[in-house]
């Protein structure tokens, strides 16, 4: 079988400004690369997180563009999960659901300032996590 991974996840935003300051000060992550387009942040384990101006891509000679709220989960370890939702209080970001899995694992979901549904998930989730 051949080797395949998610190298990038996509997400648009209105304020480039405000979602940059949402994943660096709540979640944490590092700035890539930064333009009046996109944002490119390190989401870790060789993973980048694109946060694009909504609407900035459409005259791109591969235009993309995307509306409504999205989801995506950030994997975390389970020894951490206490910390993540003590870091979320602080920031006044507030959990929507906590999630116990079959499996064991747990998911934490909350949104950014776009709506964006976001999670943190232990292991435990799937047969592959």
């Known amino acids: 079988m051949l080797s395949l991974r998610v ?10 400004d405000r979602a940059l300051a949402f994943y660096s000060t709540v979640l944490d992550l590092s700035l890539l690369y930064r333009n009046e387009r996109l944002c490119a942040m390190d989401a870790g384990t060789q993973t980048v997180l694109l946060l694009f101006k909504r609407g900035a891509s459409l005259e791109m000679s ?8 999205l989801h995506m989960a950030f994997a975390i370890p389970a020894a951490d999960l206490a910390a993540w939702e003590d870091r979320l209080a602080a920031h006044n970001v507030p959990v929507e659901e906590r999630t116990q899995w079959p499996r064991g694992g747990v998911s934490l979901y909350f949104r950014d300032p776009d709506g964006h549904l976001l999670e943190l998930a232990t292991p435990g989730i799937w047969d592959t996590y």
């Open 7 to 16: 190298l990038e996840t996509a997400l648009y935003v209105d304020r480039l």
């Open 62 to 69: 591969t235009p993309h563009d995307g509306a409504g709220p």
